[in-house]
T-cell receptor, first 117, second 112 residues
Framework: GAVVSQHPSWVICKSGTSVKIECRSLDFQATTMFWYRQFPKQSLMLMATSNEGSKATYEQGVEKDKFLINHASLTLSTLTVTSAHPEDSSFYIC?????????????FGDGTRLSIL | GENVEQHPSTLSVQEGDSAVIKCTYSDSASNYFPWYKQELGKRPQLIIDIRSNVGEKKDQRIAVTLNKTAKHFSLHITETQPEDSAVYFC???????????FGKGTLLTVNP
């Protein structure tokens, strides 16, 4: 159980285009989803916390107009990188939790490797 | 905000030896401490977690200890195997449904 699916797994696109990444909880309802960014050989840096039906909470230094997050249902959150540039190239990973009072852990998707040419 | 320090950054052991990775945290309100294993290009996988009302937890060859007074927690892997080679991340949170703050990771290499 507790499977999180992330799509696509790999994207290459030209500078200036927008890219949408989907994160789905397949067998549970995720009230909270998190979006992380990971550069090579570095740790995971939280970008934003997404709660179903409300606006995402962005971490300091993350441009909310650049990284659009939507959490329209209990099983789907999307991250759109708008007008992507080479410096946006990175590994993006989502995680999801039920958010219940019994402290269920976060489960991660497989990640999306984004390369901007 | 929370700050998590992790040491060492790299660790090389011989197969069968034990490995210990240590983390410290700064936020006294943190009460949930998971450990993740990440293989190259793959997702982080939860291997064990501990909550602040527990001092130690064990799952087969893996154990985690927590000292809340000193604000540090450690991962212990016994009888290491080559397949244990990966990057290990510690993290801290005010609850598992709150945001995680990760340490910088430890690259563990188990030499056969």
């Amino acid at each position: 159980g507790a499977v999180v699916s992330q799509h696509p797994s790999w994207v290459i696109c030209k500078s200036g285009t927008s890219v949408k990444i989907e994160c789905r909880s397949l067998d549970f309802q995720a009230t909270t989803m998190f979006w992380y960014r990971q550069f090579p050989k570095q740790s995971l840096m939280l970008m934003a916390t997404s709660n179903e039906g409300s606006k995402a909470t962005y971490e300091q230094g993350v441009e909310k107009d650049k990284f659009l997050i939507n959490h329209a249902s209990l099983t789907l959150s999307t991250l759109t990188v708008t007008s992507a540039h080479p410096e946006d190239s990175s590994f993006y990973i989502c995680s999801a939790t039920t958010g219940g009072g019994d402290n269920q852990p976060q489960h991660f998707g497989d990640g999306t490797r984004l390369s901007i040419l | 905000g929370e700050n998590v320090e992790q040491h060492p950054s790299t660790l090389s052991v011989q197969e069968g030896d034990s490995a210990v990775i240590k983390c410290t945290y700064s936020d006294s309100a943190s009460n949930y401490f998971p450990w993740y294993k990440q293989e190259l290009g793959k997702r982080p996988q939860l291997i064990i977690d501990i909550r602040s009302n527990v001092g130690e937890k064990k799952d087969q060859r893996i154990a985690v200890t927590l000292n809340k007074t000193a604000k540090h927690f450690s991962l212990h892997i016994t009888e290491t195997q080559p397949e244990d080679s990966a990057v290990y991340f510690c993290a801290a949170s005010r609850g598992s449904n709150y945001k995680l703050t990760f340490g910088k990771g430890t690259l563990l290499t188990v030499n056969p």
